[in-house]
């Protein structure tokens, strides 16, 4: 019998155009007087400028302008940042992340992914479980998750919680509280996910009601989180529960209309600037199939920002239908409503043991604080926390509930208590746009 030869294929070839152009990143600190430029210039590739931005925005860099285009085989963008204090990036080692991490792939990930001093996506939380959650959301609830946790022996390194149009949205990074090590015991994690469940449903009957999984790799949490919410079809219940979501001076304006000239879709959004919220949105548009070719973004400051957006959808066809932009309009709103955040928060920071979270999160339920959005995260031996709260009816807090959380905390941990401004055009000080879990001062005074 013949024996059949394939011909040879080079599994390299694929990379061959990005290895003859390899991308070309600079940061320029000398062109414009309040902000660094960063340019990059690459091959064109699916993803790429989720990519960019996602690197950025770990790197807590506020973006106030930016001019992207990638029609075409090739990328081209510019990045005016400032860092959260709202000056020039002039930090050697974080300029030469930003190089390396934008630059040629040749570099070893390890190194980038270890880099001392950012922790850029999940890559610092070790040897873990990542248990993702997604349920109706009612007071006390983070509570319950965490104290099942703890019961089950299990020691949370890292967590993001968000909520969004009354559901709740977790993804929790745990390890065993003896061992330090990933849990992948099936039967250990089969009895987690079903009390979980059980935990999420509540008095609900509905499947929906309630979601748990498990996963031994790494993800980019806040993207997990949207994509989480996306397939939830959070985005349904948005003009219902607005008034909840949206603060009065935070409600977008969104619109989609067509480029007869150039033959694109153009999505423009109007509203209060805030961090990452270029990431929210480029995440949305990528995971919904859609392509970005050309975008322009500005911000006047901190109540007002423009986005533009020139998009296709992958297959190349543009937005023709009222539904398919009603569907976009929608969906966007919730992206950028499930990271708003105008109402107290806490930030503390303790040393780390097994059941903190648990600890922490029981006393806010017992003062009647309901948790809309939290953080987590342990760096050495310390950890990290930060918690959005309303009232248990979703009202701002009583400055006297705080002294009394600060009464029966203060003694084991530190904490930062910061108040919503007191005007909605009134920025924040130092940094208007932050509303990234960043500790500034916090973890320093806590070590000295």
């Known amino acids: 019998m013949a024996k059949v030869c394939w011909p040879y294929f080079d599994p390299e070839y694929e990379n061959l155009s ?43 860099l506020i973006i106030t302008k930016a001019y992207i285009s990638s029609d075409g085989g090739w990328f081209m963008d510019i990045f005016h940042v400032t860092d959260q204090q709202g000056k020039k990036i002039m930090d050697g080692k974080t300029i030469d992340y930003i190089e390396k991490a934008l630059g040629p792939k ?209 297959d190349g066809c543009t937005l023709d239908t009222e539904g398919e932009k009603e569907r976009v309009i929608k969906c966007l709103e919730a992206a950028i409503g499930r990271r708003v955040s105008e109402g107290l928060s806490l930030e503390l920071c303790a040393k780390d043991r097994v059941g903190l979270l648990s600890e922490v999160t029981r006393v806010l339920r017992e003062n009647g604080l309901s948790v809309t959005r939290a953080g987590v995260t342990t760096v050495g031996e310390q950890a990290m926390n930060v918690f959005y709260v309303r009232d248990a009816s979703g009202n701002p807090v009583d400055m006297k509930t705080i002294e009394a959380l600060r009464k029966e905390i203060g003694h084991t941990m530190m904490l930062d208590v910061k108040k919503p401004t007191a005007s909605a055009r009134e920025p924040e000080a130092k940094g208007w746009a932050k509303t990234s879990f960043f500790f500034g001062n916090l973890f320093e005074r806590f070590l000295a």
């Not at 330090?180 to 987690?192: F, G, I, K, M």
């Not at 999420?200 to 919410?229: N, P, V």
């Open 18 to 60: 990005t290895r003859i152009n390899p991308p070309r990143v600079s940061v320029d600190n000398t062109s414009c007087n309040d902000c660094t430029l960063i340019k990059v210039d690459s091959m064109n590739k699916p993803g790429i400028l989720l990519e960019v931005v996602q690197i950025l925005t770990d790197l807590d």
């Open 106 to 314: 040749e570099y070893n990930k390890d190194e980038l992914k270890a880099w001392p001093g950012k922790r850029v996506g999940v890559h610092s939380v070790g040897d873990h479980t990542a248990i993702e959650l997604i349920g109706r959301d009612r007071p006390g609830l983070l509570s319950e998750i965490t104290a099942v946790l703890a019961n089950l022996h299990f020691n949370v390194v890292a967590a993001e919680v968000w909520t969004h149009n009354r559901r709740i949205a977790c993804v929790v990074y745990v390890n065993d509280d003896t061992t330090c090590r990933a849990v992948d015991d099936p039967n250990r994690l089969s009895v987690t996910e079903e009390q979980l469940k059980n935990i999420l449903r509540g008095c609900e009957d509905d499947e929906k009601a309630a979601r748990t999984s498990f996963s031994m790799g790494f993800t980019h949490i806040d993207r997990r989180l949207h994509q989480m919410f996306f397939a939830d079809r959070d985005y349904e219940g948005v003009g219902v529960t607005n008034e909840v979501d949206y603060p009065a001076s935070f409600k977008p304006k969104i619109t989609v209309e067509r480029c007869g000239e150039k033959d694109y879709s153009v999505v423009s959004v109007w509203c209060k600037d805030r961090a990452k919220l270029l990431f929210d949105i480029v995440c949305t548009l990528t995971d919904m199939q859609y392509v970005v070719f050309h975008a322009t973004i500005s911000s006047d400051g901190p109540m007002h920002c423009r986005y533009e957006y020139y998009i296709r959808h992958m």
